[in-house]
């Protein structure tokens, strides 16, 4: 339902903002980057990480108008009301209380009048033990066997943030130690390909399913949590379900219809949107069984550690703050409608695929809070691939196309620092002297006078010349950790709501994703009834009827 409440591009601060846009395209980052005290002014330091953010087509006074941006969009207010439970996801009268998840035991934080800390930690012990049992071996299989394998059912929310932080908790020494003889994986398709990687190699002896819905609803995870019992029933018989099936969920009732035991259920709560919820059972529980709660724990300190930096530091030194208003800045100003997620470590590779979830089902709306059709666009395209590996892909594009602002992600120490004394640099100097010099090849780029000097021909300088002023930002981690992986997670998380306040969109609600839901159901439903009654496709349009008949056609009726 519309309201009378002003959108954001109506406002002064943004008007001025776009007068103040036409002062910064005559500028070049070649000469803003030479203003030292500007470029200092641009660095901010938390709790071991480092943002320098000089790089951004932006100037101190870019920065106040952003503040003042922030203010007319309520900004602090926004907040506030997020960290105190409200409901500000309005379309499905819920809280967003992701915070909570992760608070400390004596924190309040209250949803419909109730404190929700207690709950969250009443999981968290259930966990602890559960997983400690598991990786123990004193919970054994229903042939004896500690249960050293598991695999996560789950889609969305319910896989991609637990599959970044367990990637990047993979080579991490302390968490390695921890994770000796146990494997983790993923299954998210509902392609039976997936499945069959999934299990391949496994026993179901010694495996355990952990099926992660919020709903226990959504069908490709249904259907492969049926799959995998009826594989592990077709093993061990229909009695070793529970043994080796537990649950994350909402819905205890249907997790208990399924036939896993509602003890070894583990619950999360309305109030988590589904890729906003790594920090509960979802990511808590498989993260906990392949590394122990002590890692786990680590990691949920570091996601603390920023909610806490994000509530109460001012804006200016406010890393997702920052963040998220200069995403607005490149997106609704400088008309950048992408972003490129960089990270210089390949146990980020999953990186960029959950943050794609987090900001693009978050941000990617056309109407205001408000139901007011948006006269701008919001969200932006992400993708991402590790530093250097995209260099050797993609980057042409960023360096002489398209001009895509980039996060380059980095870190002090590597987790697996590897020497050999006959190179000059280690590898992880090898791989970081990229890092270094990425952001400064975008933002200087090279002239036809340079290229001249350096007496390249004539024909070739049109095509050796880089224009340079491609914005970017550095954040410098001081180590991939857990707690690093948290803090890195809780940035994102925030920023993307920053960016969300400050468009005056709904970033928790993600109705978009539920038209093709409803168009499959109609599709599966005519499946099976051509499949059983051998009925011609009706009800679609030619082109669908079209390659529904040739799929029919080429596709046998499968063995059940
Ligand atoms: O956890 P589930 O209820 O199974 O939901 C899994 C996913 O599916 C939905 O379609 C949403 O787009 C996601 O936000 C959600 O994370």
Request: net charge neutral; hydrophobic share 40%; aromatic share 8%.
């Amino acid at each position: 339902m519309a309201s009378s409440t002003a959108l954001i591009c109506e406002t002064e601060a943004w008007k001025d903002l776009k007068g103040h846009l036409e002062e910064i395209k005559k500028t070049h980052l070649r000469d803003l980057l030479s203003d030292a005290n500007r470029c200092q002014q641009m660095m901010v330091e938390f709790d071991g990480l480092m943002l320098d953010y000089s790089r951004q087509r932006a100037t101190v006074e870019t920065m106040d108008k952003l503040l003042s941006l922030a203010k007319a969009a309520q900004l602090t207010e926004k907040i506030r009301r997020m960290f105190k439970g409200e409901h500000i996801n309005t379309t499905e009268d819920r809280s967003v209380l992701h915070v909570a998840l992760r608070a400390p035991k004596d924190a309040v934080i209250k949803s419909n009048g109730e404190n929700v800390v207690p709950q969250v930690w009443g999981v968290l012990e259930q966990i602890k033990i559960f997983s400690e049992r598991i990786r123990s071996g004193s919970w054994v299989g229903a042939t004896g066997k500690p249960l050293k394998d598991v695999i996560v059912v789950g889609i969305g929310g319910s896989f991609l943030g637990p599959l970044f932080v367990h990637t990047a908790l993979q080579t991490d020494p302390e968490a390695v130690d921890c994770a000796k003889g146990r494997q983790l994986r993923f299954l998210a398709n509902v392609d039976p390909v997936d499945v069959a990687r999934n299990i391949n190699g496994l026993n179901p002896e010694t495996t355990l399913v952990v099926v992660v819905s919020k709903t226990f609803t959504t069908a490709e995870t249904m259907l492969n949590a049926r799959t995998l019992r009826d594989w592990i029933i077709k093993a061990l018989g229909g009695s070793a379900v529970p043994k080796h099936m537990v649950a994350v969920s909402t819905n205890h009732v249907k997790v208990e219809m399924f036939g896993i035991d509602p003890r070894n259920a583990f619950s999360i709560w309305s109030w988590v949107g589904g890729r906003y919820s790594v920090c509960s059972a979802v990511g808590v529980l498989p993260l906990s069984l392949q590394y122990g709660f002590s890692v786990v724990e680590k990691f949920l300190k570091g996601a603390s550690s920023i909610d806490q930096h994000f509530r109460s530091t001012p804006f200016e030194k406010n890393i997702p703050v920052l963040l998220g208003l200069l995403s607005v800045w490149n997106v609704s100003f400088l008309g950048h409608p992408a972003r490129a997620i960089l990270p210089y470590s390949q146990a980020l590779e999953k990186f960029a695929p959950h943050i794609q979830q987090v900001s693009m089902e978050s941000n990617g709306k056309g109407v205001s809070i408000d139901g007011l059709p948006l006269p701008f666009e919001t969200g932006e395209i992400d993708f991402g691939e590790p530093g250097t590996n995209g260099q050797h892909s993609f980057y042409q594009l960023i360096h002489q196309g398209r001009v895509i602002p980039c996060d380059f992600i980095g870190t002090v120490k590597s987790q697996q620092p590897v020497h050999l004394k006959r190179e000059e640099v280690s590898n992880h100097d090898e791989l970081m002297s990229n890092f270094f010099a990425q952001p400064d090849a975008l933002a200087y780029g090279k002239t036809p006078e340079e290229l001249q000097k350096e007496n390249v021909s004539e024909n070739l300088i049109p095509h050796k010349t880089f224009s340079g002023n491609r914005p970017s930002l550095s954040l410098l981690l001081p180590e991939l950790s857990a707690y690093t992986v948290g803090q890195l997670l809780a940035i994102y998380e925030h920023r993307v709501a920053v960016q969300g306040f400050v468009w005056g969109i709904n970033s928790f609600d993600q109705w978009g994703v539920e038209l093709g839901k409803v168009l499959a159901t109609q599709v599966r439903k005519q499946l099976h009834s051509s499949r059983t009654q051998g009925t011609a496709p009706e009800g679609f349009n030619f082109s669908t009827t079209t390659l529904l008949k040739r799929y029919l056609e080429t596709n046998p009726k499968p063995e059940i």
